[in-house]
């Protein structure tokens, strides 16, 4: 992927846990600058996957230690079927034994599921310590890393065990889009088709119209205005609802409920998030029509 240098800030404005997300091209080696400006401690502890970590944990751990910070690496294994209770007790004991306190930070390197144990485990650990989203997935770019969702799943259902608690930053780089599937970066289109049609604005719509060969090409620049303007859609939907309870952070839902309702009648092992995503905003749009015409057909 070309290098795109310019980068973009956009900001999450909330009362009290204002952040934000830093958006470009080749940015993950700021990352030992960044959380060194946003929180006072030293001992970094990286969530991730196997297979992420293989990729890119090297240069976030070289990033780390330029800043001077430690840095711990913890593995959780792929798949939704493991954001549980045994992943989540995983991480508290490999804190435990790297010595993490209060003031020690964690750093979520993955895409969703990473992202939202990730955030609950620094929810509770020791009552709430700081951490950062570094998303890797198209999906995890534009909807899972902000607005401060996070949680687990139970036998009974999705996300069922959680808290809202912010991230003190988000990075995301465009260039580490290159190391996804087509298959998994079509899921993470069907979050930004969302955030098109929930929008106030046309813009995102005419882009995704306009510009399908520059996407499909991964075109970095392109990228940058997808993701900015999903960012800034979710950023303004948090800022008016960061708890979800004026009802207006629900649009974000768009698609979620059928979506996870196919998720969770194929356990989690036929569809990825974003393409039961997709399926849900379809019939969403099916049920809402026929809403409009008394459930009468045309």
Known sequence: MKNCTKKEIINVELKENSYEINLGSQNINELGEIISHVTEGRNVGVITNPAIGEIYFAKVKASLEKSGLCCSRIDI?????HKNFNSLKKIYSEL????????SILVAL??????DITGFAAASFMRGVPFVQVPTSLLAMVDSSVGGKTGINLPEGKNLVGAIYQPKHVLIDVDMLI???PAEFNAGMAEVIKYAFISKHGDLINILRNRVDDIKRLNPT???????????IKAQIVSEDECETKDIRSFLNFGHTFGHAVESITNYKEFRHGEAVSIGMVYAGILSKLMETGFQEE
């Open 77 to 81: 294994p792929e798949g939704e079927e």
């Open 96 to 103: 435990l034994k790297n010595n993490f306190d209060r003031k």
């Open 179 to 181: 190391s996804l599937s």
């Open 222 to 232: 392109c990228l940058k205005e997808i993701i900015k303007s999903s960012c800034e």
């Open 110 to 115: 993955g895409g969703g599921i990473v992202g």
